[in-house]
């Protein structure tokens, strides 16, 4: 997928995994320099053009959504006074239907989500604040697969996503074409989001 992001700044923070890979890899062939938050960037320097905060995606991983959405929260001012910006989040679809499974870990993304949309509300209308939601994805080269296993039985499209799957949809996200579309959760999930055959 192309999109015309060159010479934009992406600033990525969170869970070094497969799907964060991707997603740089794909962010830089298109054009955009990446830098990983704090480093090769100074205090008060400014705000990134693009900003991807990457969540836990495995339901065994600890993570600490309140540091990453206290990052958002101030990049998301920086790009308030310059009058312009994208925030991505990558979350689990656990956020949106809670996994009987994983209470604790439905929760924490649930939370994410919420704090995405309200800083959607609060940054509007320079920012635009989005999130992928993602599924039982089964990287293609070394990594993690994220999610539940399980979710594989409740898919209707009937395999796992991969990594460049959640890379596309960032990418549709921070599309400078795209100029109507915050606080909301894309989910990346093959449809187990849609309840096609739920039994967890």
Same mark, same amino acid.
């Given at each position: ?10 600033? %990525? ?5 497969? %799907? ?12 955009? /320099?990446?830098?990983?938050?704090? %480093? ?9 053009? %693009?900003?991807?905060? &990457? ?28 009058? &312009? ?6 979350? &689990? ?12 870990? &439905? ?25 992928? /939601?993602?599924?039982h994805i089964e990287p293609d080269g070394p990594g993690e697969a994220t999610g539940d296993a399980a979710m594989l039985t409740h898919v209707p ?9 959640v890379a596309h949809a960032v990418l549709f996200l921070v599309d400078p074409l795209n100029s109507y579309t ?19």
């Amino acid at each position: 997928m192309e999109v015309d992001i060159a010479g934009q700044t992406a600033e %990525i923070a969170g869970e070094e995994n497969a %799907i964060l890979a991707a997603v740089v890899a794909a962010l830089g062939a298109n054009g955009a /320099a990446v830098l990983r938050a704090g %480093i090769g960037r100074e205090a008060g320097e400014g705000a990134p053009d %693009i900003l991807i905060l &990457s969540h836990p995606l495995h339901p065994d991983a600890a993570g600490r959504p309140d540091d990453l959405a206290a990052l958002a929260e101030a990049r998301a001012a920086a790009m308030v006074a310059r009058g &312009s910006g994208r925030i991505v989040h990558l979350v &689990s679809a656990a956020g949106l239907v809670p996994m009987r499974r994983h209470p604790a870990w &439905s929760a924490r993304h649930a939370g994410a989500i919420a704090a995405m949309r309200g800083l959607a509300m609060a940054s509007g209308p320079a920012v635009q604040v989005n999130a992928v /939601a993602v599924g039982h994805i089964e990287p293609d080269g070394p990594g993690e697969a994220t999610g539940d296993a399980a979710m594989l039985t409740h898919v209707p499209l009937g395999r796992a996503g991969t990594a460049e799957d959640v890379a596309h949809a960032v990418l549709f996200l921070v599309d400078p074409l795209n100029s109507y579309t915050t606080g909301q959760s894309l989910a990346v999930d093959g449809g187990w989001t849609t309840g096609y055959g739920r039994n967890f």
